[in-house]
């Protein structure tokens, strides 16, 4: 088998200890099957990028001993496959224009609330703009059981998630005339052959959209496995927002043995004096975790 496995961080900040656990999961799964590891920067998002944050991240994957097989990818440089890829959506009758704002949308699931317990757009422009200018761009999602994706996540089981009434047509091209992370996660996924996805459990929930995109767009679905995410002391994702503080470039080994223990890794040896000793123990015990047998690389 030939496995391209990926790290995808959002440059919104440093790297913390949060996000040092879905590049260790990442690039120990790509190791343990002999695979490649590559890492993508995802600026796709103009206002949220820092200045400098992607370079900042690619400088501790560096130091942390990290290193990508392939040069990294952009996806600001990207526009134009997500463009292609929008225009065959198109072409195929799958997606429509629509005029809602926030508040519309939420005013309106108000008004269905006795029969709406979740967030799913409501559909209010599937059939016509009513009147108003063109915001977004979605993708329509199916009725009935074609709605029901289900995958088997390497690290959660089975999961199931019923696009039509837990997600309702999702936003490809955003009103912000940004690409929406979903469009361009799938079709850099595909173009660089990703064969495994391992992230955070907080992209658990956009995995049944990707994998009806997918679909959509005829190309190959890859194996997913959702590492549980690092909360803070209120049980919120870490973030820099709620207090996530970069990492300390002069003490690689004690970030990533705690990233080791948050994913449950038992590994012999407790102290690492070395990033081989460390990265040598944390493949053994990733692949005896996760069932791997461990392949050359
Ligand atoms: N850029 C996303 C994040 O940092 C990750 C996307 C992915 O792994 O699919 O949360």
Not at 11 to 39: C, E, I, K, Q, Y
Not at 55 to 61: R, V
Not at 158 to 182: C, H, I, M, P, S
Request: net charge neutral.
């Amino acid at each position: 088998m030939t496995y391209r496995g990926r790290f995808a961080p959002s440059p919104t900040g440093p790297l913390h200890s949060g996000s040092l656990v879905s590049a260790l999961a990442s690039w120990l799964d790509a190791r343990a099957h002999g695979g490649t590891w590559l890492v993508r920067i995802e600026d796709i998002d103009g206002p949220r990028t820092v200045p400098g944050a992607a370079e900042d991240i690619l400088t501790t994957l560096d130091r942390f001993g990290m290193h990508a097989d392939e040069p990294p990818v952009w996806q600001s440089r990207r526009f134009a496959r997500y463009q292609t890829a929008f225009e065959q959506l198109k072409a195929a009758g799958l997606l429509y224009p629509c005029g809602c704002t926030r508040k519309e949308i939420a005013d309106s699931l108000l008004h269905m609330h006795a029969r709406n317990t979740t967030l799913a757009y409501p559909g209010t422009c599937r059939n016509g703009l009513h009147g108003k200018p063109a915001r977004a761009w979605r993708l329509r999602v199916p009725d009935g059981d074609a709605a029901v994706i289900t995958f088997e996540d390497r690290w959660q089981g089975k999961q199931t998630q019923n696009l039509a009434t837990e997600v309702g047509d999702f936003v490809l091209r955003r009103a912000d005339d940004q690409w929406a992370y979903q469009l361009a996660v799938v079709v850099d996924d595909t173009d660089a052959g990703i064969t495994h996805i391992v992230r955070g459990a907080d992209l658990m929930d956009s995995t049944a959209r990707q994998i009806y995109l997918q679909r959509c767009l005829g190309v190959p679905t890859p194996e997913y496995l959702h590492v549980p995410v690092v909360t803070n002391d209120q049980g919120e994702k870490l973030s820099k927002q709620n207090g996530a503080t970069a990492l300390d470039h002069a003490k690689p080994l004690e970030a990533l043995s705690a990233a080791a223990r948050h994913l449950g890794l038992e590994m012999s040896g407790d102290k690492h004096v070395t990033l081989e000793g460390f990265y040598a123990a944390a493949t053994t015990a990733w692949a005896e975790r996760m069932g791997v047998r461990v392949q050359p690389n």
